[in-house]
C-alpha cells in the first residue's frame, strides 16, 4: 500500500528506531519498523513537507517544515497534538537539524541566506545570522559535538561556522553546480558533500 497520498518528500528514524516519513500531501506519518505498521500520523502542513526531524532527546516529538506555509511544526506524538508552530514572515525553510549541545535549538536555513536558531518553547527565533554567501541555503549540518556547523547552497560553495561565535572558520570550493547535501563524519574530521554535479566531496577539517 502507499504510504501516503503523492510522493513521499522527506524521512527521519527516532531512537526508538519509528521511521518518520513526511509527504507532498503535507502528512507526517510515524510507522513501526520493520512491521510497517501505522503508528500515528497528522497533518503538518500545506503543501509538501520539507523535511521531518525526530527531536534528539525526547523521541515522541517530532519537527518538520512546510515548503509553502513558511511555518515549522512541533507535534507530540504522546498526545497526538501540535504543540508550538514556528512562523517566518518571508522567505521560505529550505533546511533544518538540531544542535545536540545543551541548548538543544533547531537551526534551519532560509531561501534568502538566512539561518535561524529556534528555541522549542518559543515561538519566536532566538537567534539570526547571515549567512557569508547571502544566497538560498540548500543544505545544513552540526557537527556531533555541537561546534561547528557546515551549510552550503546555490552559490556551489560549502561554509564552516564556529556554532558558538558564529565566526567563518572555512569555505570550500568544489562543486560545480548546487550543493544538494552536506554531512560531518562520525570523527568530525572530515565533512562530505554531494551536489547535483553528480559530484561527492569529501573535506579534510582539523580544527581540534
Known sequence: PQAHKGAIT????????????????GSVR???VPSCRLITQYQAHKGAVGE??????????????????????????????????????NGGFTSMTQRADSEQELVTGLSHGY??????????????????GR?????????????????AGVDNRLRVYDVKTMKLVARCEGHAAQVKRVAFSPDQRQIVSVGSDAA???WNFYLE
Open 52 to 89: 521531518v526531524l525526530a527531536d534528539i532527546s525526547q523521541d515522541h516529538l517530532v519537527h518538520s517544515f512546510g515548503t509553502q506555509d513558511r511555518a515549522i511544526a512541533t507535534y507530540n506524538a504522546k498526545r497526538n497534538q501540535k504543540i508550538i508552530a514556528h512562523m517566518i514572515q
Open 115 to 132: 539561518i535561524l536558531f529556534w528555541d522549542c518553547d518559543e515561538k519566536n527565533p532566538v537567534g539570526n545570522v547571515l549567512d557569508s
Open 135 to 151: 544566497s538560498a541555503i540548500s543544505t545544513i549540518a552540526l557537527s556531533s559535538n555541537g561546534k561547528y556547523m557546515a551549510l
Open 200 to 202: 561527492i566531496c569529501i
Open 30 to 32: 510515524i510507522w513501526s
Open 10 to 25: 522527506c524521512l527521519d528514524i527516532n531512537q526508538q528506531g519509528h521511521l518518520i516519513s513526511g509527504g507532498e500531501d
